[in-house]
Structures are given as C-alpha cells and as structure tokens.
C-alpha cells in the first residue's frame, strides 16, 4: 500500500462460505458490495461508503495481509487470526464476534478409541502407545500454534503434529494422521468420518471477526471511513438483539420500574417520563427503552403486573450511540503506536 493512499482498504474473503456471509453481513449493515468488470479483473467497492475500496484475498492470507499493510482491515475468522496474527505488533483485533462464520475448534480422536472420551483419557493413551510402539501419535491440524499452545495449557506432550492442506477430518481413515484437530459447527462432517470430540477438547470458539492494521498509513480520508463503517456495524449489532421498548405508567411508580428494568432486565432507558412528574399529561408518563430480545416476555410479564399499559416493542434497523468503543479503541492504538515512534526516533539537531 502506497503511503499516499487516500481510501480506507478492506480485505474481504476470496472463497467459500465465509466470502457469501462476508458480503450478506456488510448488506446487511447497509454496505451492499458493488462489483465492476469480469472474472478476476474487477474491482470492488462498497455502496454507501465512497472511500473504501476492497479487495480479494484468501481468508488464511487476510492476517498477513492486514499486518502487512496491504489493506487497512479485514474480515477473518477469529481462529485464522488468532493462528496467524495473534500476537503480531502492527495488527490489531478490532470487532471480534461478528455474528457470522461461528464454529469451533476441537480434539476428535476415532470412535472406535472407547476408552478415549476426555483430555485426561488422552494424555495418557499417549503415553502408554509411545512406550508401546515406539513413536508419539500424530495429530493432523491446520492449526499447529494453536493447538500447541492448548496442548502445553493442558500438559499434554506425547504428540507430532502432521500439517494439513486438504480435509483434515479424513486423516485418520487416510493413515495420515491418528486424530485431529480442526474445525467443527454441527459435528456432521466429523461423525460421518468416524470422529468423536471429547470433553475438554474444545481449543476455541470462533465467528468472524475484523482486523486492523496498526502499520497502515491511516489518511483522514480512510479514518473517517473507518469510523463510520464501524459505528454503521455496531449500531446494526445493537439492533439485531435489542429491542426498543414503548409503554405508560402512572408516574408514581415511574421510579420503581425503571430500577427494576435496568438491574434486573438489563433494559436501558432512553426516555422517561414516568417518574412523577406532575406535568405528564393525564397524569400518565411515555416512557422507552431498549431491552434485550431474550427478555421480551419476562419485561412484558413484569410491566403489566405494575400496570404498564399500550406496551410495544419495536424492531430497530440500527441504535446508533453517542460514539463508538471498537473505533475509540483503536483510534487510542493507532495514537499509541504514533507516540511510540516518534519517543524512539532520533532527535533532530
């Protein structure tokens, strides 16, 4: 990336199921992707947002990339950050949990090991095949730091890693490998080659996440644009599991209800009349708030038991707040970072 590069560079997943939920979520968000030109001479931008420009790359490179400056952020899943750019000094987590992509990483050994069901069960059928035949078992995985790092948390040491470019979970039957670890949503796949996951074995939880650069050149174009694609994703996050809630009280009991809706239903007012105020009209306060989506019921059950009337709820396409924690975060990072290269730069004469 050249350092007059004025626009914000977004590296997008080049295949797979993560590149077609990559683009529903940025739609979704209000971004839809915008593709010029035919097979892969074409470029991209996103709808809505004229300083972005986005590019292709393969999910796994995408840390690297961003770490790289290639491209200003990313959109990967956490595991394949975590595995490559975990760590790194220029990149920089900056919207984990997406919403999309969500899967585990885990330890499946074949059905047939019966007496296999745990770690503990693990560590020491290890030992006992190494004294046995002579050799560790192998483990195939496309996550070796990973799953050396869960390995060595656990106290697990008799093992060899086996590299994996193709099916992972096809090791074992293959003769590859003995067991795995790899990624799993519904465990189908893993069951259909004859694998079981055993209790303890989970390395990770992931779902996509973005990622961004600390070691790009950050021009006040690609900023503004930075902010206002984050702030857009988080006030559709906020909406997609909160609802805003509308209802009347008498205001005597305004008070009362609005610490009972904030401690125990996690609600958060955003207007309130309701809480004595002699001038509410008919004597009756307009209150709302947002609530949780899981708490609909239990907040309705609750209001009408203190004699809340024309109680709705309504669905928001996005809450947008009064600024937004992911961008403030890495504004602060990027400030850091400026700071700290300035402190170890020469001093001019």
């Not at 496309?142 to 093992?159: C, D, H, N, S």
């Not at 805003?244 to 207007?271: D, H, M, Q």
């Amino acid at each position: 990336m050249s350092a007059s590069s004025a626009k914000l560079i977004v590296a997008l997943p080049s295949k797979g199921r993560l590149q077609a939920q990559s683009v529903d979520f940025l739609s979704e968000c209000g971004f839809d992707v915008r593709r010029r030109g035919n097979g892969r001479d074409y470029v991209t931008s996103l709808a809505g947002l004229d300083d972005v420009s986005v590019i292709y790359v393969r999910p796994d490179e995408i840390p690297a990339r961003v770490e790289q400056a290639d491209a200003h952020i990313g959109i990967t899943g956490e595991d394949l950050y975590r595995e490559y750019g975990d760590g790194q000094p220029a990149s920089f987590l900056l919207m984990p949990n997406l919403g999309f992509g969500a899967a585990r990483l885990v330890v499946a050994v074949p059905q047939s090991w019966v007496d296999v069901s745990t770690l503990n069960d693990l560590d020491e059928a290890a030992m006992v095949f190494h004294q046995k035949h002579g050799r560790t078992l192998r483990v195939a995985t496309k996550f070796p730091r990973l799953t050396r790092a869960f390995f060595a948390e656990q106290g697990i040491v008799e093992y060899s890693l086996v590299g994996s470019s193709g099916a992972t979970e096809g090791a074992p039957a293959a003769g590859v490998a003995d067991f795995v670890v790899d990624l799993t949503s519904t465990g189908t796949t893993l069951a259909e080659n004859h694998l079981k996951e055993i209790a303890g074995g989970t390395v990770l939880q992931t779902e996509a996440c973005l990622v961004g650069s600390l070691r790009a050149p950050w021009s006040k174009r690609a900023t503004a644009a930075l902010e206002h694609l984050v702030e857009q994703i988080e006030a559709r996050k906020r909406a997609t599991s909160q609802l805003v809630l509308r209802f009347s009280v008498p205001p005597r009991k305004g008070a009362a209800i609005r610490r009972e809706l904030s401690g125990t239903y996690n609600c958060v007012p955003i207007s309130w009349n309701g809480n004595g105020d002699a001038s509410a009209a008919g004597g009756v306060g307009f209150d709302e708030a947002l609530c949780p989506r899981m708490r609909l019921y239990d907040v309705v059950k609750y209001l009408k038991s203190q004699g809340a009337t024309a109680i709705v709820f309504d669905r928001g396409e996005f809450i947008f707040e009064r600024s937004s924690p992911a961008f403030e975060t890495f504004s602060r990072m990027l400030e850091g970072r400026v700071a700290a290269a300035a402190a170890k730069s020469p001093a001019e004469n």
